[in-house]
Nanobody
């Protein structure tokens, strides 16, 4: 079972940037699908970006394309979410998640869906003021 710990959230003004970090530990295979999700108060959890631990293609929700970038470090212990041109509607708790999935399932089906993931971090808050 993989352990995930997010950090990097904060309060920023619209137009600013943040880089969220998710430290990953405890996995024994590279066959994990990785995702970033967010949940605003009163709203359902939304998958915003995904990629497979083996690398390759990345997928994004339409609402964040061109502004968010998911990546991982070379030794696959840290997952990142670079967020640029922040908007007030990006305000939410952001979570990273992981689950054992094939590359094709992870990287070709569009943005990640939360029911597909069973390992979650505790979340990091992003607040964007106008």
């Amino acid at each position: 079972q993989v352990q995930l710990v997010e950090s990097g959230g904060g309060s920023v003004q619209a137009g600013g940037s943040l880089r969220l970090t998710c430290s990953m530990a405890g996995y024994t295979t590279n066959n994990y699908c990785l995702g970033w999700f967010r949940q605003a108060p009163g709203k359902v959890r939304e998958g915003v970006a995904g990629m497979h631990m083996r690398g390759g293609d990345t997928v994004y929700a339409d609402s964040v394309k061109g502004r968010f970038t998911i990546s991982q470090d070379r030794i696959k212990t840290t997952l990142y979410l670079q967020i640029n041109s922040l908007k007030p509607e990006d305000t939410a708790m952001y979570y990273c998640a992981a689950d054992l999935r094939s590359y094709d399932y992870c990287a070709t089906r569009g943005p990640p869906a939360s029911p597909d993931f069973h390992n979650w971090g505790q979340g990091t808050q992003v607040t964007v003021s106008s």
